[in-house]
């Protein structure tokens, strides 16, 4: 029997596994997360990028999450491809959302292949396409930009030039989603990149890095917003947001929902946070220390589908 369908929890989703894997020169003025490194050639990241993806992909397959697994073999020209959930997106009732993308190399990532597997699979019944206001700098970077809370219907965005507050009411309303919009900062005073990095939104929790919010009415606002959801709020350190807490994925499995997360966030959690998630989802810890160089963790690498599939009509 296939999981069920659920509103926060996608059974599917896609990835890219890079043959051609490079932290993104385009992207590393504002994304503070991201690292060079001077210990390995160019190859040798490359293939341990390609490795960490393999290895994520089965290890999700095994607890039963069905993975799209797609390979890029574009040299040079899409360094950050391993992070689809950033040019596309899936919403129950059979929509799909294209993005806008702000640095040009990440606009070479959207491909038709990935929506024509959703097509043929998934019952889509439209495509949204937001990449002609790229020319106007309006950007939007999907499921980066915002996370989505799909029970409560809105959709948390960090402000940022990824996150143009023009794209982002276009979506809510053509996607029915009340936007919460808020500024965030790391502890050096650079501004957060992608919501993604700061919030996870399960089912029954979410973890949010409420201490790089400097406004304490924001602060306010979204941990009642989110508790007012039932779930339990899951307070993360700036510490903890470094270490790419924030940047995980709740999944539906064969045996119940699973935290898709890495090895390295999970290693920050405290036990007292442990044990929260865990009444509720089972912790999978994904090695991405290569990943993690371009400044996206576990959560960035999965494009989830919130899509019926075709077979199960």
């Not at 390609?50 to 040299?75: C, M, N, P, W």
């Not at 439209?126 to 930009?145: H, K, R």
């Not at 929902?257 to 929260?276: F, G, K, N, Y």
């Not at 589908?305 to 075709?310: G, S």
């Amino acid at each position: 029997m296939r999981p069920l369908l659920l509103p926060q929890t996608p059974s599917s989703v896609v990835m890219v596994r890079p043959h051609f894997f490079a932290p993104n020169p385009q992207t590393a003025s504002d994304n503070a997360f991201q690292r060079s490194s001077s210990c390995a050639s160019p190859s040798e990241i490359s293939g341990r990028a390609y490795e960490e993806v393999t290895r994520a992909a089965h290890i999700l397959k095994s607890h039963g999450v069905a993975v799209h697994l797609f390979e890029d073999q574009i040299q040079d020209r899409t360094p950050d491809s391993v992070f689809p959930n950033n040019w596309f997106s899936t919403h129950a009732g059979g929509h799909v959302a294209l993005y806008p993308m702000y640095s040009p190399n990440r606009r070479r990532e959207r491909r038709a292949d990935v929506i024509e597997l959703l097509k043929a699979r998934y019952r889509v019944q439209d495509v949204i396409d937001y990449s002609g206001l790229e020319p106007d700098g309006l950007f939007l970077e999907g499921t980066g930009a915002m996370v989505l809370d799909h029970i409560d219907r809105v959709a948390y965005t960090v402000q940022s030039n990824r996150a143009n507050p023009i794209a982002l009411e276009r979506f809510a309303t053509h996607f029915n989603y009340e936007p919460m919009s808020f500024e965030a900062f790391d502890e050096k005073g650079n501004a957060v990149y992608h919501t993604n990095v700061l919030m996870c939104i399960g089912t029954a929790f979410a973890m949010v890095g409420f201490e790089l919010i400097p406004d304490a009415v924001r602060r306010t606002e979204i941990k009642t917003r989110l508790q007012n959801t039932g779930r339990n709020v899951i307070d993360l350190s700036a510490y903890q947001i470094g270490e790419f807490a924030g940047n995980a994925l709740e999944l539906n499995g064969s045996s119940g929902r699973i935290l898709a997360i890495s090895s390295r966030a999970l290693a920050s959690l405290s036990s007292e946070q442990v044990e929260v998630i865990e009444k509720s989802a089972t912790i999978i810890p994904l090695q991405v220390p290569t990943i993690e160089l371009a400044g996206g963790s576990v959560r960035c690498m999965l494009a989830g589908i919130h899509l019926c599939r075709r077979d199960e009509i």
